[in-house]
């Protein structure tokens, strides 16, 4: 951790770097995540080059590929080349005295792969892949989905994985069964824009004229 001398006040291994959250609270993160992904404003907010992609999320048949450059080609052939060439330019070293820490080089995240129990061969073919993670339909965490606290970060499910998110986190009408006693959060109104509703002319026409005070 030192390179030329010790640090002044070090840091104690004792620190709480983390804190206690419920495990419902840490469910809902996700499931609010991944909602997220699927907003194609929030993807490209956070930096995602999906102007060629067909839709928002993106849901591949399969992607039982041999190797990885046929996994790269069925990935181009999706229109995820640009945001995947995007992270390739990206690679630099890191400034500060963090590059002598085996941590060299920085870059940004590319796509994450969601696959489930039929695309085994996935989590060989992806590895290599630069900016490119993996994770199991059912070990879904906010780390991957939001990284560095961002929403919106743009997701590749696999058939059999999609299908697998309503037993994952449950519906509207039917509960979770991975997750005994989850139940998905409902959205309280259906249009959250507050100036589209005052503005509308349901509202504007209960509404008595506006007094004026006369002199």
Known sequence: MCRSARMFAPLKIWRKWHGRANITQRRHAVASALAASA???????????????????LVVDTLTAENTKGLLATLNAFGCGDDLAKVRRSRKIRSGQGKYRNSRYVMRKGPLIIYGDKSDKLKQTARNL??????????????????????????VFTEDAFKALNNTFGTNKAECVEKRGYHINRTVMNCADISRIINSDQVQSKLREQRTSIR
């Not at 194609?40 to 999320?57: S, Y």
């Not at 630069?130 to 560095?148: E, F, T, Y």
């Open 39 to 57: 907003c194609a404003p929030l993807v490209m907010a956070r930096g995602h080059r999906v102007e060629g992609v067909p839709e928002l999320p």
């Open 130 to 155: 630069p900016g490119v993670d993996i994770c199991h339909v059912s070990r879904l965490n906010v780390l991957q989905l939001a990284p560095g606290g961002h929403l919106g970060r743009f997701c």
